[in-house]
Nanobody, 116 residues
Framework: QVQLVESGGGLVLPGGSLRLSCVVS????????MNWYRRAPGRERELVAMNSSPGGGTYYADSAKGRFTISRDNAKNTVYLQMNSLTPEDTAVYFC?????????WGQGTQVTVSS
């Protein structure tokens, strides 16, 4: 059974930081390209960051460049999203995603709210 479980969301002040985590089970994690998406109220789902495997290349949306960092720990089957300098525009539900050749798997999402 494949599971992706996010954690680390919450309420943070503008300018603050959060680190999201996503633990993957049921898949061979080290072979997976892992993605973080977000969906803000009234907006389309947006790909925020990607970490590819093999190779370790990364991609960031323009809105994330310079502020967010995606990383992974293959020993822990976990992908992270470090988010710094958060603004209210980053408020959204954040989802991790794994898309092997045979499927498309999503976590349940974790809410990030940036507000004073």
């Amino acid at each position: 059974q494949v599971q992706l479980v996010e954690s680390g969301g919450g309420l943070v002040l503008p300018g603050g930081s959060l680190r999201l985590s996503c633990v993957v089970s049921g898949l061979t994690f080290r072979t997976l390209t892992m993605n973080w998406y977000r969906r803000a109220p009234g907006r389309e789902r947006e790909l925020v960051a990607m970490n590819s495997s093999p190779g370790g290349g990364t991609y960031y949306a323009d809105s994330a460049k310079g502020r967010f960092t995606i990383s992974r720990d293959n020993a822990k089957n976990t992908v992270y999203l470090q988010m710094n300098s958060l603004t209210p525009e980053d408020t959204a539900v954040y989802f991790c995603n794994a898309r092997p050749l045979w499927g498309d798997y999503w976590g349940q999402g974790t809410q990030v709210t940036v507000s004073s």
